[in-house]
Nanobody
Framework: VQLQASGGGLVQAGGSLRLSCAAS????????VGWFRQAPGKERELVAG????????YYADSVKGRFTISRDNAKNTVYLQMNILKPEDTAVYYC??????????????????WGQGTQVTVSS
C-alpha cells in the first residue's frame, strides 16, 4: 500500500489543521494506521492510532483532548484533526500503516508502510 500525507502548513497557536493520509489499494480498510511526528532533534513519536475498522483509537497524552483521528474507508483516507495547536506541536507528521484487523498498533517498528512527511509549524 502507498500512503500520501497532506494538509500540513503554518498556523498560529490556538489554530487548527486537518491532516489527511490517502492510501492506494483496495484493502486499506484492513490496515491499522498511525500518525507519527518528529520534531528537530527529537525522536519520532506516535501521536495517534486507529484500528482498521475505526472503533479503537489511541492518543499520546500530549494531544489528548486536542487531536482526533478518524478514517473513511470508502475514501481510503485517515484524518488527523488537530485543534488548539501549540508551538510544541511543530514537527514533520507522518502516517504509517500495517495490516492488522481490529488492533491499534502502538510500536513504530511494527508499521510496514510509511507516507512522506508533511510539515506542521505552529507559531507563538
Amino acid at each position: 500500500v502507498q500512503l500520501q500525507a497532506s494538509g500540513g502548513g503554518l498556523v498560529q497557536a490556538g489554530g487548527s489543521l486537518r491532516l489527511s493520509c490517502a492510501a492506494s489499494g483496495r484493502t486499506f480498510s484492513r490496515y491499522g494506521v498511525g500518525w507519527f511526528r518528529q520534531a528537530p532533534g527529537k525522536e519520532r513519536e506516535l501521536v495517534a492510532g486507529i484500528s482498521s475498522s475505526g472503533p479503537r483509537t489511541y492518543y499520546a497524552d500530549s494531544v489528548k483532548g486536542r487531536f482526533t483521528i478518524s478514517r473513511d474507508n470508502a475514501k481510503n483516507t485517515v484524518y488527523l484533526q488537530m485543534n488548539i495547536l501549540k508551538p510544541e506541536d511543530t514537527a514533520v507528521y507522518y502516517c504509517a500503516a500495517r495490516w492488522a484487523l481490529g488492533a491499534v498498533i502502538i510500536r513504530e517498528s511494527e508499521y510496514d508502510y510509511w507516507g512522506q512527511g508533511t510539515q506542521v509549524t505552529v507559531s507563538s
